[in-house]
């Protein structure tokens, strides 16, 4: 074997080291970030199916990171393609969506938010939301933060099963003052 040959073999076989010991790095981190089953104080450790259960950190690491709730950022998983689930059990199902998107709350002491039908009937069907926990005419309802801080109205889901409330910025997204110069007909 040429000298070069050889120096070309270590050079790879010292790539695959780095590259093993960086997987290792990152494994450690995503375990550190999603505890293991055996951990959480929701599995029981003895069982044996602990065996054949994924761990959360090695389902959950590859997709795109969110800074809250179980650090994934679900709307963008499915907008990037990271994730294609199924849209129904029965091909039978209609699949419902809606674009459009509203503002429901107005200068008040925080920026105003903004509610997205696209983002939610991605995920969900019109009947989890009409017409028992919102009518659908716009102005129609009164929103509360504490109500969503109890766990009604967006809280229903916000907290429980979608991002925390603690991401207030998610839903206050818009500044009042642009909204200001919008009905001015201002340029934002
Ligand atoms: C899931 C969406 C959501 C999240 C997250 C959220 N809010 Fe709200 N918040 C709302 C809605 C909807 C209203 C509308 C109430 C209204 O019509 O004034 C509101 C209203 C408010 C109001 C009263 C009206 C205003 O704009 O001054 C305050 C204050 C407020 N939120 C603070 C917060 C803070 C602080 C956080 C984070 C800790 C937060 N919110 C997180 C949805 C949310
Ligand atoms: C996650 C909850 C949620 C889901 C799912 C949802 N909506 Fe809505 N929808 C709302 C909220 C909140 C409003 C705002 C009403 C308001 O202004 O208070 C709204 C408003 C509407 C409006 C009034 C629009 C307007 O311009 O007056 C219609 C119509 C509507 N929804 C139909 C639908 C249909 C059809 C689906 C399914 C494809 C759907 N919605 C799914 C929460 C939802
Ligand atoms: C029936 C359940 C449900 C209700 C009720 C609900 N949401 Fe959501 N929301 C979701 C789910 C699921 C997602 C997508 C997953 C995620 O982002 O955690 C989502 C996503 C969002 C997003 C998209 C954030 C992004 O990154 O694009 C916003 C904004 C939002 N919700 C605001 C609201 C507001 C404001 C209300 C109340 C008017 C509300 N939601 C009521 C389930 C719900």
Not at 145 to 173: D, K
Request: aromatic letters at 4%; one cysteine or more; hydrophobic letters at 40%.
């Amino acid at each position: 074997m040429s000298a070069a040959a050889r120096r070309s073999r270590r050079c790879a076989g010292l790539g695959a080291l780095l590259i093993l010991s960086s997987l290792a790095t990152l494994a450690v981190a995503a375990s550190a970030l999603w505890p293991r089953l055996q951990d959480d104080g929701v599995h029981d450790p003895r069982s044996p199916a602990m065996a054949v259960l994924q761990q959360p950190a090695e389902a959950l690491a590859p997709l795109p990171r969110d800074t809250a709730g179980n650090l994934v950022n679900w709307v963008q998983a499915l907008d990037s393609g990271a994730i294609a689930p199924r849209s129904t059990l029965l091909e039978s199902t209609p699949v419902r969506t809606r674009d459009d998107s509203f503002i429901i709350a107005r200068y008040g002491s925080m920026p105003a938010v903004r509610f997205p039908h696209r983002q939610h009937t991605l995920w969900l069907d019109c009947a989890n939301c009409h017409d028992a926990l919102f009518k659908p005419q716009r102005g129609a309802n009164r929103y509360s933060m504490s109500a969503i801080l109890e766990g009604e109205q967006c809280g229903v889901c916000h907290g429980a099963v979608a991002f925390p409330l603690t991401e207030c910025n998610r839903c206050h997204s818009v500044s009042n003052a642009s909204l200001l110069r919008e009905q001015q007909g201002l340029p934002k």
